[in-house]
C-alpha cells in the first residue's frame, strides 16, 4: 500500500484532512470526481468565501447530539484558521455577526489549500470517479483509472446540496454500505417556497429586501429577509429554515425594535387624512407596504379607521405567520442537514466505531452550522482532528 491515507473529496474537509495529515508525514491521496479542488468554496460567499466566524461556539450547531461538535471545535478553532489565512497574507474583513470575508477572491483560500497539501507532500488526484470501495486487509478504492488502497480511508465527499456543483452523496453511501447509520439527510439554509394567497403576495414583491425577525418554535433570527418570485429567501429565511419542518408555521416580526401599534395610532392623530398605504410606507418599503394596506385594510383614511383594526395590523406585522408549502430543495440549499449519526463516530477523531480506520468528517456529517461560515469551520475542524488520527 503505497499511501497511509486515502481521502474522497477535494472540498474543504477533504483538503483539511489531507494537510494535517501530511504534516505528519503521512502519504495521503486526495480522489475527486470534480475536474477542480474547492468548487464549493469558490461560489462560497458571493465568490469571496465566508471562510469562518469569530463567533464560532457549539451551540451555533444542529445534530441530533448538540454535544459532538465541542471536541473537534475546540482543538482546531475559528483562530487556528485565521491564523493560516494570516500566514499566507490573504486579506479579509469581517462583514456582519462575526463573519469574515476575503477581500478579494475566495481562489485564495483554495491556493492557500493546495500549497498547504504541495508541501506536505500530499497527492491530488482530480477528474476521477470512485466505482467502489471494499475493505479486507485495509481500504481498496476502485476509480475508472485503477484501484487504490490505504489502511485508512476519509469520507469528506460532502451531502447532497447544490448538485450542478457536483454533489452526489457517494460520503452517504459508503458510509451505508459499512454499517453506518445514517439520520435522514434534507436540505439546509434553503429559501422557503409557498402556494396560494401568500404566493400570491409575495410574487410581485420579488427582490424586495427588509430587516426582519424569523422564528420557528423557540429559534429566532434578526437578519434580513427577501421575496422571490416563489416564496421567500434572505439570511433570516435561510437560517429558519434548518430549523423548520414540514406542516410547521413560522412567523415573521417585519418592524423589528419597532412598536408597530403605537406607531400606527399616532400616526393616525397626526395624520388623519392620509391613506394607509402612505402611512404604512413610512415604516415599510413602498411596495410590501401597499401589498399590506390593500389586503388588510379598508380603503378608507386614517382617521375612519378604529384602533382596533390598526392594532389588528400591528399585531399581524409583528408576528405574520405563514405556513411554507416546502423548500427549494437541494438545488439552492446551502448545506445538507442529518448525515452520518454522530453516535457512529468518535468526537475526538471522526472514526467509525465499528469500522476502524474509515472516517467520516464536513458535510457528510450530522453536524450543521449556522450560516454565516459556520459550516466551513466544521469543514476545518472536524477536518484536521481526522487528519491528526489517521
Known amino acids: 500500500m503505497p499511501y497511509d491515507a486515502i481521502i474522497l473529496g477535494a472540498g474543504a474537509a477533504g483538503l483539511m484532512a489531507a494537510v494535517s495529515a501530511g504534516r505528519r508525514g503521512r502519504r495521503v491521496l486526495v480522489l475527486d470526481h470534480a475536474p ?88 491530488l488526484r482530480l477528474g476521477q470517479r470512485v466505482t467502489g470501495v471494499e475493505k479486507a486487509d485495509g481500504f481498496r478504492v476502485a476509480t475508472e483509472r485503477g484501484d487504490v488502497s490505504a489502511p485508512a480511508l476519509v469520507l469528506a465527499a460532502g451531502g447532497l446540496s447544490i448538485p450542478k456543483m457536483g454533489a452526489t452523496g457517494l460520503a452517504h ?11 435522514a439527510p434534507r436540505p439546509g439554509l434553503v429559501p422557503l417556497t409557498f402556494e396560494g394567497e401568500a404566493l400570491a403576495l409575495m410574487r410581485p414583491l420579488s427582490g424586495l429586501a427588509l430587516p426582519s425577525i424569523a422564528r420557528c418554535g423557540k429559534r429566532a433570527f434578526p437578519e434580513a429577509m427577501l421575496f422571490t418570485h416563489r416564496g421567500l429567501s434572505g439570511p433570516a429565511i435561510l437560517q429558519i429554515s434548518s430549523f423548520w419542518r414540514e406542516g410547521e408555521a413560522i412567523a415573521l416580526d417585519l418592524l423589528p425594535q419597532l412598536d408597530a401599534a403605537t406607531l400606527l395610532r399616532e400616526r393616525k392623530r397626526a395624520r388623519p387624512r392620509a391613506e394607509p398605504k402612505t402611512v404604512l410606507g413610512e415604516l415599510l418599503p413602498a411596495r410590501l407596504a401597499a401589498a399590506m394596506a390593500e389586503t388588510h385594510l379598508p380603503a378608507k383614511p386614517m382617521a375612519e379607521l378604529p384602533d382596533r383594526t390598526l392594532d ?14 416546502g423548500t427549494e430543495g437541494y438545488a439552492k440549499a446551502e448545506v445538507t442537514l442529518g448525515g452520518v449519526d454522530t453516535a457512529a463516530l468518535s468526537s475526538r477523531t471522526m472514526e467509525a466505531k465499528s469500522v476502524p480506520g474509515l472516517f467520516v468528517i464536513g458535510e457528510a456529517v450530522d453536524v450543521t452550522g449556522w450560516l454565516g461560515g459556520y459550516n466551513f469551520q466544521w469543514a476545518w475542524s472536524s477536518g484536521w482532528v481526522a487528519g491528526e488520527a489517521v
Not at 482546531?76 to 470575508?101: N, P
Open 36 to 123: 477542480e479542488a474547492g468548487r464549493k468554496i469558490l461560489i462560497s460567499g458571493g465568490g469571496r468565501c465566508n471562510f469562518t466566524n469569530l463567533h464560532c461556539a457549539p451551540d451555533r450547531f444542529l445534530s441530533t447530539n448538540p454535544h459532538f461538535a465541542r471536541s473537534a471545535l475546540a482543538r482546531y478553532t475559528q483562530h487556528d484558521f485565521i491564523a493560516l489565512v494570516r500566514r499566507h497574507g490573504i486579506a479579509f474583513h469581517e462583514k456582519t455577526l462575526g463573519q469574515l470575508f476575503c477581500d478579494g477572491s475566495a481562489r485564495a483560500v483554495v491556493a492557500m489549500l493546495l500549497a498547504e497539501c504541495a508541501a506536505a507532500g500530499v497527492e
Open 173 to 183: 453511501d459508503i458510509a451505508r454500505r459499512f454499517g453506518l447509520p445514517l439520520v
Open 312 to 325: 389588528a395590523l400591528a399585531g399581524m406585522l409583528k408576528r405574520w405567520e405563514l405556513r411554507p408549502a
